[in-house]
């Protein structure tokens, strides 16, 4: 399980790994000191803008 926070919710929560892009994309971070996972690294797979022409 990963723990993570968004801006918007006092409270932490814990989600599963597979399921944390699909929070990224919502605003939610992972908290600092999670082994394995970064905010980098997730918006690395998204494509640029020049790639989609």
Not at 14 to 39: C, L
Request: charged share 30%; aromatic share 4%; net charge neutral.
């Amino acid at each position: 399980m990963v723990r993570m926070r968004h801006a918007g919710v006092e409270q932490e929560i814990e989600v599963a790994e597979i399921s944390v892009p699909q929070y990224e994309r919502s605003g939610w971070q992972v908290v600092d000191g999670q082994p394995g996972r970064t905010i980098a690294a997730a918006q690395g797979r998204r494509r640029s803008s020049e790639e989609k022409n």
